[in-house]
């Protein structure tokens, strides 16, 4: 079955950087955009961008620009989006998503299962 | 960036009720929108997509309307394990934008 398998938990000190993996089975891995979204504790979804796995192409809500960046590697089915400079603020479940779209919609269809990344000193 | 303004964000109603969540965006997303479901600890699932389509598996007591600016998820008589959060999405626009979440609690 379709399927997005994430990393496990990180607890990282202010200013480090995290690298979470995201490794997709059961479909045409580069099919499909692959979006980041982040849920802070007992807060709302917030999206961060999305990578294309069959051409690299990202696109990175400006927020996150200089900040976040988002890779893949092909051969294992696997995406990866590594945030740099971590604040306390950025404590939060991360969830790679798979997107689906056509002429009248683009919406995200498959989730994988969150990491959460805790940033404290 | 397009603001995403859903409402109420709590709502409290029993087993077999019918309820309505609305969802304002700021400027026209056109169909570009999508409902999810979150139950506490997990991922958002896809309930609607592009307005008014039923996501395969989702039971047909969930619904969605609208275009524009102006959107509803309606679900007709509420069953215990409706009793989670929703949030609506648009994308029209990246950046991506979320409404800030609809809890429904048990009356």
């Known amino acids: 079955q379709v399927q997005l398998v994430q990393s496990g938990a990180e607890v990282k000190k202010p200013g480090a950087s995290v690298k979470v993996s995201c490794r997709a089975s059961g479909y045409t891995f580069t099919n499909y955009d692959i979006n980041w979204v982040r849920q802070a504790p007992g807060q709302g979804l917030e999206w961060l961008g999305w990578?294309?796995?069959?051409?690299?192409?990202?696109n990175t809500a400006q927020k996150f620009q200089g900040r976040v960046t988002m890779t893949r590697d092909t051969s294992i089915t696997t995406v990866y989006m590594e945030v740099s400079r971590l604040k306390s603020d950025d404590t939060a479940v991360y969830f790679c998503?798979?997107?689906?779209?056509?002429?009248?919609?683009?919406?995200?269809?498959?989730w994988g299962q969150g990491t959460t990344v805790t940033v404290s000193s | 960036d397009i603001q995403m303004t859903q409402s109420p964000s709590s709502l409290s109603a029993s087993v077999g009720d019918r309820v309505t969540i609305t969802c304002r965006a700021s400027e026209s997303v056109s169909t570009f929108l999508n409902w999810y479901q979150q139950k506490p600890g997990k991922a958002p699932e896809l309930l609607i997509y592009g307005a008014s389509s039923l996501q395969s598996g989702v039971p047909l007591r969930f619904s969605g309307s609208g275009s524009g600016t102006e959107f509803t998820l309606t679900i007709t008589t509420l069953q215990p394990e409706d009793f989670v959060s929703y949030y609506c999405h648009q994308t029209y626009n990246p950046p991506w934008t979320f409404g800030q979440g609809t809890k429904l609690e048990i009356k």
């Open positions: 990578i294309n796995p069959s051409s690299g192409g990202t």
């Open positions: 998503a798979r997107a689906v779209r056509s002429r009248t919609y683009w919406a995200v269809d498959v």
